[in-house]
Every structure is written in C-alpha cells, then in structure tokens.
Nanobody, 119 residues
Framework: VQLQASGGGLVQPGGSLRLSCAAS????????MAWYRQAPGKQRDLVAA???????NYADSVKGRFTISRDNAKNTVYLQMNSLKPEDTAVYYC??????????????WGQGTQVTVSS
C-alpha cells in the first residue's frame, strides 16, 4: 500500500494550496480517506475526512476554509486549503481506512507533506 502526498510548500497568510494523495494497493473507491496534520510538539489531529460515499466532516478550525474531495477514477484524494493562517503550519498526512487488493484491511498512512504559512 502506498499513499503519496504532494502539494505542500510555503505560502503567505491568506493564500491557498491544494494537497493531493495518490493511493495504490487499496480498493480506493470503498476506502474512507482523511487528512491529518501534526505541528511540532503537538499530536496528530484530524483535519478533514471523506467516506467512500462522499460524506465529509471537518475540524472546526478549518470549516469554511478547507475542502476535501476525492476522484475514484484517479485513486486520489485532495485537500483544497484557502485563507491559510500561520496556525495551519504543520506536516499534513494522508490516511486511508479500508481493504486492499490482497484481501486484508487496515489503517494506512502516507509520508506527509510540509505546509508552512508565513510572511
């Protein structure tokens, strides 16, 4: 199983970024997908999640600014981040929960992508 996250970088406050996570090895269309983030010295927290059916939920701190979406044809989940704030600075991790093509199921993590919001 591989979850390849990309799209992080340095952005000024008020700017936007779009993160992508390309998945392989899992039956993507029936997996629940999510983005988490971890700032230095803090725990890893849920940012946004999307079920296999397309239902979404967000952390209160990002509601109205971030949008999670998925493209089952591309086995990819996205996180559109607008109106970024310095407190959004963290390493962002892609997460998948569900079955693989080998018959097992689990909770899988990508390698993380750094997002830095600073002027």
């Amino acid at each position: 199983v591989q979850l390849q996250a990309s799209g992080g970088g340095l952005v000024q406050p008020g700017g936007s970024l779009r993160l992508s996570c390309a998945a392989s090895g899992i039956i993507f269309s029936i997996c629940n997908m999510a983005w988490y983030r971890q700032a230095p010295g803090k725990q890893r927290d849920l940012v946004a999640a999307i079920t296999s059916g397309g239902s979404t939920n967000y952390a209160d701190s990002v509601k109205g600014r971030f949008t999670i979406s998925r493209d089952n044809a591309k086995n990819t989940v996205y996180l559109q981040m607008n109106s970024l704030k310095p407190e959004d600075t963290a390493v962002y991790y892609c997460n998948a929960v569900g079955p693989t093509y080998w018959g097992n199921a689990g909770n899988y993590w990508g390698q993380g992508t750094q997002v830095t919001v600073s002027s």
